[in-house]
């Protein structure tokens, strides 16, 4: 086993925390989450209270001021145990890096201390039903109208959109030009116009609700702008390659997991008299997903460095997002494989992990967009050699 030396003494100590909040607070009572399609919101405001949220936002702000790992460390437990409703990931690794990067002094001091006690819950605001992957394709309007901004438009599969208090959304301001034309805003869910739509039932990621929402001629402030009018699209682009590396650390630790769990039940499984471990067909497969899974452990290992000295770019990030999806989806199907009918049912672990993986090569870019983002940069590397 490969030693990983990116994580300190206090990261570790922070990651016995983590196990325990989800072993008392999450793990018994998920499986009823997931019946309701939705998390209460006393566990974000126990997530609060016991540290877990803004680990890396200043403590000026109410955070704890550690560095982003302690947020990457959250990640992987809570992908570890197998947990997928709490939607901390969201608001952890997407809306408060946005209002910390890009708001205002004010908007910072006013939502992300409550934001890192639970007591208000992000959501981000980007996929609408015509625009996926492709974020030039928003169709949501913000028109200027003296000191306000009236908005309208629909958004789908947001991630928190049942329960959010503040959306970071984005808009089109100027329909005419291309990326210039977006920009981003603060929504309060307590504007009028703006509703929330149907919780989605999905696939898997049972108890994480995922909405659609609806802005009816909301009317927000000119100060609620998030960065400067027209200028959203880079921003977007520069906060992408750090989420599209949170959703390849949460693969990397759900196939550790899901091999874990596998090795574990094949050395009790008996079969022809034998165990399921004793099979050279089961040894084979475990030792091709494990040697995949130790070298995405190494490659996700090495961009968390890259990102935590700011030197983490966006192909870097996409050949992350693209080999641990990919590797991701196998390893659970591979894994199920061996658990025969007890894979199937909804009691296991096993068969759960399958049914929230599916979505990785969706989300956050698709693997076929992610291919785009690899290849396009190969060729640009090609035309700056030949000048």
Not at 257 to 284: G, H, I, P, S
Not at 338 to 365: K, S
Request: charged content about 25%; hydrophobic content about 45%.
């Amino acid at each position: 086993m490969i030693e990983r030396s990116l994580f300190s003494a206090d990261h570790e100590i922070f990651r016995e925390s983590v196990r325990r909040f989800i072993a008392t607070e999450i793990a018994p009572f998920h499986m009823e989450w997931e019946r309701q399609g939705i998390v209460p919101r006393s566990i974000w405001e126990a997530a609060g209270r016991a540290g877990l949220l803004g680990c890396s936002i200043p403590e000026e702000y109410g955070g704890a001021g550690g560095d982003h790992l302690f947020d990457f460390v959250l990640v992987e437990e809570l992908a570890r145990a197998g947990v997928t409703g709490p939607g901390f990931a969201v608001h952890n690794e997407m809306v408060m890096p946005y209002v910390l990067a890009f708001g205002t002094e004010e908007q910072k001091r006013h939502w992300l201390p409550q934001m890192v006690r639970g007591e208000a819950i992000g959501a981000l605001g980007l996929t609408e039903p015509h625009a996926g992957s492709d974020l030039k394709s928003i169709r949501t309007r913000a028109v200027r109208d003296g000191d306000s901004f009236v908005i309208s438009g629909q958004k789908v599969f947001i991630s928190n959109g049942q329960l959010c208090d503040v959306i970071v959304l984005a808009t089109k301001t100027d329909p005419k030009a291309d990326t210039g034309g977006i920009s981003l805003f603060i929504v309060e869910a307590f504007r009028e116009g703006f509703k929330r739509g149907r919780r989605l039932e999905k696939i898997g990621l049972k108890a994480q609700d995922t909405s659609e929402l609806f802005f009816e001629d909301v009317r927000v402030p000119a100060t609620n702008l998030l960065g400067p009018e027209n200028g959203g699209f880079k921003l977007l682009m520069k906060n992408l390659a750090q989420e599209r590396l949170t959703q390849a650390v949460r693969s990397a630790a759900v196939v550790e997991a899901v091999l874990d769990w596998t090795v574990e039940y094949v050395a009790d499984r008996k079969m022809f008299n034998q165990t399921l471990a004793e099979f050279q067909n089961t040894q084979f497969k475990l030792a091709d997903l494990k040697t995949e899974a130790t070298v995405g452990r190494v490659f996700v290992d090495r961009c968390m460095e890259l990102f935590m000295a700011g030197k983490l770019d966006g192909t870097d990030a996409a050949m992350a997002k693209l080999w641990l999806s990919n590797l991701h989806g196998r390893a659970v199907d591979e894994c199920l494989q061996f658990f025969g009918g007890w894979g199937y049912m909804w009691e296991y672990p096993i068969a759960r992990a399958f049914a929230d993986a599916r979505v990785t090569r969706i989300a956050g870019g698709s693997i076929e967009v992610m291919k785009h983002i690899i290849g396009r940069s190969l060729f640009s590397v090609s035309s700056k050699s030949a000048k």
